[in-house]
């Protein structure tokens, strides 16, 4: 078992910056491939980006690229999405989740979080 745990989420202006923080304990947290998700009201769970076991593998979805930092720390368990240069259209509940695989590209994760909420104003 993983448990996870994400902070830092908030309200912030458009083109602010936000770092959310997901935290985990339970088994050997470098063997896990990280992934970060969010979800607007009325709208699909979208795949925000994932990161593997050693950060050489990083996916983001188009509508981040450029604007959010995916990163982990295995040392200290927690895996990291900075943001920068948010929109309203950013706004949502955003959690993170674990998977024990080298892919990123796996599409089913195992183990997930709370969420955070990340309110950006216009």
């Known amino acids: 078992q993983v448990q996870l745990v994400e902070s830092g989420g908030g309200l912030v202006q458009a083109g602010g910056s936000l770092r959310l923080s997901c935290a985990a304990s339970?088994?050997?947290?470098?063997?896990?491939?990280m992934g970060w998700f969010r979800q607007a009201p009325g709208k699909e769970r979208e795949k925000v980006a994932a990161?593997?076991?050693?950060?050489?593998?990083?996916y983001y979805a188009d509508s981040v690229k450029g604007r959010f930092t995916i990163s982990r720390d295995n040392a200290k368990n927690t895996v990291y999405l900075q943001m920068n240069s948010l929109k309203p259209e950013d706004t949502a509940v955003y959690y993170c989740?674990?998977?024990?695989?080298?892919?990123?590209?796996?599409?089913?994760?195992?183990?997930w979080g709370q969420g955070t909420q990340v309110t950006v104003s216009s």
């Open positions: 990161i593997s076991w050693s950060g050489g593998s990083i």
């Open positions: 989740a674990a998977v024990e695989t080298r892919s990123i590209w796996v599409a089913k994760y195992d183990y």
């Open positions: 339970g088994r050997t947290f470098s063997s896990y491939v």
